[in-house]
């Protein structure tokens, strides 16, 4: 084979192996706008540095509270409006958005670990807007 066509081959190797970026990810998925994956992908972070006991593994939960926490430090009593406006609207959405991420590489999961561990982690109205007082 020809140095051109080795050269070549190993472009679409390349182009076939690489990993997609959240825009390209937002783009072709169109449930959760743009803002609110970064905000997911940058709250897994903040939650191991912040919140979770253990670093190394994030639990769903453990994600949940550290999302909520970098949500209210951020946005205040605006973070319901803010995480709406995205397509976010329960703690079940962070999960779609980790799975989402999964799928794409950005990150991992345990075999332990199920979509499920999103489900009713707590109530947005209760924790993004019922505790502040007008």
């Known amino acids: 084979m020809a140095w051109a066509e080795l050269t070549q081959d190993k472009h679409q190797v390349e182009f076939l ?3 997609k970026n959240l825009e390209q990810i937002a783009k072709e998925d169109t449930r959760y706008h743009i ?9 897994l972070g903040y939650t191991a540095k912040n919140v979770a006991t253990e670093p190394k593994h994030v639990s769903g939960q453990t994600l949940c509270e ?30 779609e958005i980790v799975y989402l991420m999964i799928r794409h590489e950005w990150m991992s999961a345990q075999p332990t670990d199920s979509i499920d561990d ?12 019922d505790q502040f007082a007008f």
């Open 35 to 43: 803002a609110g994956i970064r905000f997911v992908y940058e709250g």
């Open 118 to 129: 999103f489900n009713d982690v707590y109530d947005f109205q209760a924790v993004f807007k």
């Open 17 to 19: 192996t690489m990993k």
């Open 66 to 95: 550290g999302l909520k926490k970098l949500a209210v430090e951020k946005w205040g009593r605006l973070a319901i409006l803010v995480l709406n406006h995205w397509g976010i609207k329960s703690t079940r959405d962070f999960g």
